[in-house]
């Protein structure tokens, strides 16, 4: 009973967090524009919080950079349990344009674990809002990592 | 009271970017502040040694997502100059349309971004709605919302169709309307005057000395514009003005950043008046005879900075950005001395900041063995024989 309450609540309010490992502001201000009235992303509960430990999914954009490694891998471990992380943009999936940058790792997934990923470059406003609808089908379906 | 060292960043609720700014407070007065960057450097620079010139542009429009196509403008203008191409009219005109466009995005994007800093949502809802219809204008010309992908080296890469040139100056009315009621919102709202009248402030000549560049400095009463004082592209062509204000403050940013949205829709019904017709590109060889050249333009935020040099490979042997923010970090600095410590965002969300396109760092070897080095008056001998061997200097 209770674990449906909790459940039922996470899914109805996904607090996220926006990390920016060293993205071209590209993919920001999609996200921005996601939760802007036109598509209006807070509909689904959707709140963009400062702190990580408010947050439930963490939103990664760009390519991991060498300087950002170490704090993404500290952000991400100070955001409570459980915890989702998406990934926007074509960069923050593989490296993207940047693909043998000396100050580029290459994708967040080398990094945490990730449990969506929006590609583009940037994605529309849709296809983010588009992903954290996925983002929340996965959960509920007991998708919980 | 014993002074506090305050960190703010990399990742914080005020900052949008990561950067980490050391703040040294007196109660909750700013004493010092110390900038430390470079964590989202990813080292375009060297990398686009090891790609052509046709690959560039796709990774110089990706040095910064909001004013993406004035880096490829400066990109292409430097690589048209060392080949010695003339781009036809009709191109150079689709330019600078796409430019004035970017600029309206900007500061739409910046007024809302202002707003939230402040504490005032609602007119971040409001700007953003509008900057929709900028965004739906730039994917109807180009057929991207961000990295437009406009360019190619001679030339643009789409026509401006007839539908589309009605489209265009359609929103332009509505966004004239729009401004007009941001305008009375930014001189008279309560919310906005109380954060910014008398914040930040940046006297002209402290911000001559740091060289800020851009909407910063032009709030301060310094008349700088690239457009007007080097016109590239087709500003030649049209008139406008270049705005300024006297109060040196936040406010006066906000107030420039508004009346420049009425003089870039002066110029984009201007431009849509006189478009030429006639090519849209010249063909351009895949090579690059050596040579170097220098190309500025006016971003959004400032005067962006963009040097080639070239050894006659289809790759550059160097090229060197320097973008406006990082011009103005110098005059954040400045502007936080003396300031509250809940006035430190809004005051650095006031130039305008973007961190992705101005990361740098900075190795130090062999700090035994220092390389050569030059002194200021040295620098300055030798840039302005580097400008007159090329007539630049009158």
Redesign the interface.
Same mark, same amino acid.
């Given at each position: 009973m209770l674990n449906r309450l909790v459940k039922w609540a996470r899914i109805k309010s996904p607090w996220i967090l926006h990390m920016n490992c060293g993205s071209c502001n590209g993919c920001d201000i999609e996200i921005l524009a996601a939760l802007i009235p036109r598509l209006d992303a807070e509909r689904f509960g959707v709140l963009l919080k400062g702190s990580p430990r408010q947050a439930d999914v963490m939103i990664c954009t760009g390519p991991v950079t060498k300087q950002m490694t170490e704090r993404l891998r500290r952000v991400y471990d100070q955001m409570p349990d459980p915890k989702f992380v998406v990934v926007v943009g074509q960069c923050g999936c593989s490296g993207g344009i940047y693909t043998g940058a000396y100050g580029v790792e290459g994708g967040v997934d080398k990094i945490i674990p990730v449990d969506a990923y929006i590609p583009g470059c940037p994605p529309r406003p849709e296809a983010i809002a588009d992903g954290l609808i996925k983002l929340l089908a996965k959960i509920e379906k007991g998708g919980s990592p | 009271m014993p002074r506090v060292r305050l960190p703010i960043g990399? #990742?914080?609720?005020?900052l949008?970017?990561?950067e980490n700014f050391m703040i040294t407070l007196d109660g909750e007065q700013v004493v010092d502040v110390d900038i430390r960057i470079?964590?989202?450097?990813?080292? @375009?620079e060297?990398?686009m040694e090891?790609r052509t010139y046709i690959q560039n542009l796709?990774?110089v429009e990706? @040095?910064?997502? @909001?004013c993406?196509y004035a880096h490829v403008v400066n990109f292409s203008q430097n690589v048209e100059e060392v080949l010695g191409l003339t781009i036809p009219p009709r191109a150079s005109y689709l330019r600078t349309l796409v430019l004035e466009l970017e600029r309206l995005h900007s500061h739409f994007?910046w007024l809302g971004v202002a707003g939230h800093e402040i504490g005032f949502d609602t007119l971040f809802?409001y700007t953003?709605?509008d900057?929709?219809v900028v #965004?739906d204008l730039l994917e109807d010309i180009s057929g991207n919302?961000?990295?437009y992908a406009y360019n190619t080296i001679g030339g643009v890469r789409r026509d401006l169709g007839e539908e589309q040139k009605k489209r265009v100056l359609d929103g332009m009315d509505y966004l004239e309307k729009r401004a007009t009621f941001y305008k009375e919102v930014a001189v008279n709202e309560k919310t906005i005057l109380s954060r910014a009248e008398g914040v930040g402030i940046l006297k002209p000549e402290v911000g001559k000395r740091l060289a800020a560049v851009g909407p910063t400095i032009r709030a301060s009463g310094v008349a700088v514009d690239i457009r007007k004082e080097d016109p590239y592209a087709s500003y030649g062509d049209v008139s406008f003005d270049v705005i300024t204000t006297d109060s040196c403050d936040v406010l006066g940013r906000v107030v420039v950043r508004v009346l420049e949205i009425f003089e870039c829709i002066k110029i984009i019904r201007q431009l849509m008046e006189k478009l030429p017709a006639g090519d849209l590109v010249v063909k351009a060889p895949r090579k690059v005879p050596e040579g170097e050249a220098m190309s500025h333009t006016e971003a959004p935020r400032g005067e962006d900075f963009h040097y080639l040099h070239a050894n006659g490979t289809d790759k550059p042997d160097r090229y060197k950005v320097r973008t406006p923010t990082m011009a103005n970090l110098p005059a954040v600095v400045e502007m936080l001395k003396g300031t509250f410590l809940a006035d430190v965002p809004i005051i650095v969300a006031a130039i305008d900041p973007?961190m992705?396109?101005m990361d740098r760092?900075l190795l130090l070897k062999d700090e035994e063995k220092p390389g050569e080095r030059i002194s200021w008056d040295q620098l300055r001998v030798y840039a302005n024989t580097w400008y007159a061997n090329r007539g630049w200097l009158g």
């Open positions: - | 990399p #990742q914080h609720p005020a949008k970017e990561p470079g964590y989202t450097h990813r080292g @375009i060297k990398l090891s796709y990774l990706r @040095i910064c997502g @909001i993406s994007l809802m953003w709605e900057r929709e #965004q919302r961000v990295n973007c992705g396109c760092v």
